[in-house]
Nanobody, 124 residues
Framework: QAQLVESGGGLVQAGGSLRLSCAAS????????VGWFRQAPGKEREFVAA????????TYADSVKGRFTISTDYSKNTVYLQMNNLNTEDTAVYYC?????????????????WGSGTQVTVSS
């Protein structure tokens, strides 16, 4: 089993930035792909970004391209999501996820491990 713990959420004004972190522990060697999803109230969980631990095959949702950057530090078993130029539509609970297979997928059902989430609120 791998465990994931997110941090870095909070309240920010529109146009501002936040950096989320996800610390992985346990059987992280069994995971190949790590990603971020988000879920706003009343909406389904949606894909944000994903990458392999070595930084290859990085993929973003169209809604965050050019504004968000996913990165990894395998020496620290940590995944980051740098979020710039935030807007109110980015308000959601953000979840870190890991997948025990190499193929890049953007659906939540394709991920095997999940963190408990961190709230991001963007005010206008």
């Amino acid at each position: 089993q791998a465990q994931l713990v997110e941090s870095g959420g909070g309240l920010v004004q529109a146009g501002g930035s936040l950096r989320l972190s996800c610390a992985a522990s346990g059987r992280t060697y069994s995971t190949y792909l790590v990603g971020w999803f988000r879920q706003a109230p009343g909406k389904e969980r949606e894909f944000v970004a994903a990458t392999r631990w070595n930084g290859e095959s990085t993929t973003y949702a169209d809604s965050v391209k050019g504004r968000f950057t996913i990165s990894t530090d395998y020496s620290k078993n940590t995944v980051y999501l740098q979020m710039n130029n935030l807007n109110t539509e980015d308000t959601a609970v953000y979840y870190c996820a890991a997948r025990s297979a190499q193929a890049v997928v953007t659906i939540a059902a394709g991920y095997h491990y999940w963190g408990s989430g961190t709230q991001v609120t963007v005010s206008s």
